[in-house]
């Protein structure tokens, strides 16, 4: 039987008067890849980043493997250790140098060897290809190879879940395809369950086990992969697809 | 005697210190914002000779103490025959140490400007005074506004120390009253009230003024 | 004239006693300097904090040594701290106190300002890899406020070491008041000597902070030209 990850029901927020998500329900099993989609401004972000306790909101149960989160600061250090979260903007710290990035979390927070969680820093480095950047600060690299540091530093805590949130949005259209084809690597050979918010409409067909439809901070639909891109079952999310390029 | 007694039996007589920091503050900060405009244009426009005799003046003034300033002027120009009154020796140092506090101000302001300013400037076909006159200094001097509002309040807190020249201004008055009546507490509340009540309201404005310029500006 | 006056610079045991008013102003400098920059950082950590009650507290202290001259300051504290504390301090040692709680509150808005200028992608960044609050400070917020504030910071020692100039007020034997005292007992015979003198300690005061505002002004303009990369 397959293991349930995350799960959300009845979610409500606000942002002081404004009705951002609206009454959201879904869940994540073990190995899945759920992408989410909408227009701008549909609550997409604002979704994932709850999901990390990095929004606050008002009322809703939240589950991570049958586990109920407490919303606190305690309760959500805890979780995010076993949550990866990139983002748009990568975010390195630009103090540190790369190596330090990544084993900034497992020594620190999982209080891992160093030895032990360098000899693992190594080996994702040599899976994303930067190996020789061990020792750089991040100001040196490319928007792409800040961005596929910026997976390894997540994915060095060895997290359950993996979500990313329009991690491609401000990068050179060059760069797009090396961070994509980490995650779909991610998502085939290792089977990372994660949520992913993006605009690439082709990669999302391409990962997508499940698709959660937003639009005014409601989910309008969920449907598996390949059925939404065909024939998706609402009006606005066709209008929605016909609208994107492929 | 009580202390309200006291300190309302000095205060005609701070009242005089009082209005004599004012006095000396109004010249000593007009004075230096003119030779600050003027030092940070020779040095924005490097003027040959003059754009360095500047940036000595700037460097030599902002890196000394005024107190060791003041002794300079007031004892050591005595000597080659220059001699000053106590009051026109503090308004000249206030102004030679501000002169270059607002001209550091000012040139931060200049430079603050943002290239793709000065780009779109140029590729509209401006001349060098052209860009400055309509670019740069409109657009630096209302960045140099929160280091103006700094200064002028530095500098005001700075003519506490004319009271090593003998000036009678605020500290001075209150130094002197504990020297002749040893009512200390007393004497140095009203004077830390004085320099609140001027201080206080400024500073509120300054900050306003500052917002203002700023919404002004970048419409924000 | 037969006798420029530079002379007395060297005479008997000035310039040594003028050496040794120096090394006083800048022991006062140094004790007040380390002990208010690192009061300032805690200080200033505090007041990032969400404690409404103790960041009132701590603006009220800055504001109060920010409108207060330091001159009266160091009154205030020279005067009043024996009498109503009944704390009979030397005044080096009220110099220090003073220089030190002044340092501490101008630091503590320099260091406010840089962490709350770190952006806000970098404190979330450290949350979603799991650090705590202090984790937060020690690895991602402080060391990236410390490279924004340097040369704020030096520029502040800069002042710092100009206002030690004020020892003299409350006689201290800084470099100044030896120097007075020098001048005094010569001015009779030797009239010009005030003007070496002075010139002495003129150049002594510039030699230690130009070298310290210069650094400051070169740092500064190197991050703005990395930022604007």
Redesign the interface.
């Known amino acids: 039987m397959t293991k349930q990850i995350y799960s959300v029901s009845n979610l409500e927020k606000y942002y002081q008067k404004q009705h951002v998500l609206h009454d959201i329900t879904f869940s994540i099993d073990e190995g899945e890849v759920v992408v989410l989609l909408g227009p701008s401004g549909s609550g997409k972000s604002t979704l994932i980043r709850t999901l990390n306790g990095l929004e606050p909101y008002q009322s809703g149960v939240l589950k991570f493997k049958g586990q109920e989160i407490q919303p606190d600061e305690k309760g959500w250090r805890k979780l995010r250790q076993q949550i990866g979260m990139v983002f748009q903007s990568y975010d390195l710290f630009p103090n540190l140098t790369v190596m330090e990035n990544i084993l900034l979390g497992p020594t620190k927070v999982q209080k891992q060897p160093r030895d032990i969680a360098q000899a693992e820093a190594k080996r994702l480095l040599e899976v994303v290809g930067l190996s020789e950047y061990a020792n750089v600060y991040p100001r040196q690299l490319s928007g792409g190879q800040k961005q596929r540091i910026a997976i390894i530093r997540a994915l060095a805590l060895k997290p359950e879940l993996m979500l990313f949130d329009e991690v491609t949005a401000s990068l050179d259209p060059e760069m797009v395809r090396g961070v994509l084809n980490i995650i779909s690597r991610l998502a085939k050979q290792d089977k990372m369950t994660m949520i992913v918010v993006t605009h690439e409409m082709n990669f999302a067909k391409r990962i997508a086990d499940r698709v959660l439809f937003l639009e005014n901070g409601e989910l309008l639909e969920t449907t598996a992969g390949t059925q939404f891109f065909e024939n998706p079952q609402t009006d606005r999310a066709k209008e929605f697809l016909e609208s994107m390029d492929f | 005697m009580s202390s309200w007694q006291i300190i309302q039996q000095s205060l005609p007589v701070f009242q005089k210190g009082f209005k004599l920091t004012l006095w000396l503050s109004l010249l000593g900060i007009t004075g230096s914002i003119v030779v600050g405009i003027g030092c940070s244009l020779l040095r924005y426009f490097r003027v040959p000779g003059l754009s360095q005799i500047a940036t000595v003046y700037v460097e030599v003034s902002r890196n000394t103490p005024l107190l060791v300033q003041l002794f300079f002027l007031y004892y050591a120009f005595s000597i080659i025959g220059i001699k000053l009154s106590a009051e026109l020796c503090g308004i000249v140092g206030l102004i030679f140490l501000g002169g270059s506090y607002m001209s550091e101000g000012f040139t931060g302001g200049f430079d603050g400007v943002s290239h793709s300013q000065i780009e779109s400037g140029k590729a509209i076909g401006l001349s060098k005074w052209q860009l400055a006159r309509f670019v740069i200094f409109p657009q630096g001097l209302s960045q140099s506004i929160p280091a103006l509002a700094a200064n002028i309040i530095f500098l005001i807190k700075e003519t506490s120390v004319f009271t090593v020249i003998a000036i009678p201004e605020l500290t001075n008055t209150a130094l002197d009253l504990i020297g002749m009546y040893y009512h200390t507490n007393e004497y140095l509340l009203v004077l830390v009230v004085g320099y609140a009540i001027i201080l206080i309201p400024l500073s509120i404005v300054l900050t306003l003024v500052e917002r203002r310029v700023r919404y002004g500006t970048f419409g924000n | 004239m037969a006798h420029s006056g530079i002379e007395v610079l060297f005479e008997g045991q000035n310039f040594a006693r003028l050496i040794g008013g120096l090394e006083t102003t800048i022991a006062i400098a140094f004790v007040a300097l380390i002990c208010g920059l690192a009061l300032g950082l805690i200080l200033g950590v505090l007041r990032t904090l969400k404690n409404r009650v103790l960041r009132l507290v701590l603006r009220l202290y800055l504001e109060f040594f920010?409108?207060?001259?330091?001159?009266?300051l160091l009154?205030?504290f020279y005067?009043?701290l024996p009498?109503?504390a009944g704390v009979n301090l030397p005044a080096n040692e009220v110099a220090m106190l003073v220089f030190a709680l002044w340092t501490a509150a101008e630091m503590s808005d320099i260091v406010r300002g840089a962490l709350i200028s770190v952006?806000k992608?970098?404190l979330?960044?450290?949350?979603?890899?799991?650090?705590?609050?202090w984790?937060l400070y020690r690895?991602?917020l402080i060391?990236?406020a410390v490279?924004l504030e340097i040369p704020a910071t030096i520029n502040l020692m800069?002042r710092v070491i100009?206002?030690?100039?004020?020892l003299?007020?409350i006689s201290v034997a800084d470099v100044?008041n030896v120097g007075q005292t020098i001048?005094e007992a010569n001015s009779k015979q030797y009239?010009?000597s005030?003007?070496w003198i002075?010139?002495f300690?003129?150049v002594m005061?510039?030699v230690i902070?130009?070298p310290l505002?210069w650094w400051a002004t070169r740092m500064n303009r190197r991050r703005?030209e990395?930022v604007?990369d």
Request: net charge positive.
């Open positions: 920010r409108i207060v001259p330091t001159v009266v009154f205030l005067y009043i009498k109503t952006p992608h970098q979330e960044s450290g949350l979603a890899i799991g650090l705590n609050r984790q690895y991602i060391p990236q490279s800069t100009k206002t030690t100039s004020l003299l007020l100044i001048v009239p010009n005030v003007f002075y010139g300690i003129f005061y510039f902070d130009y505002s703005l990395r604007n």
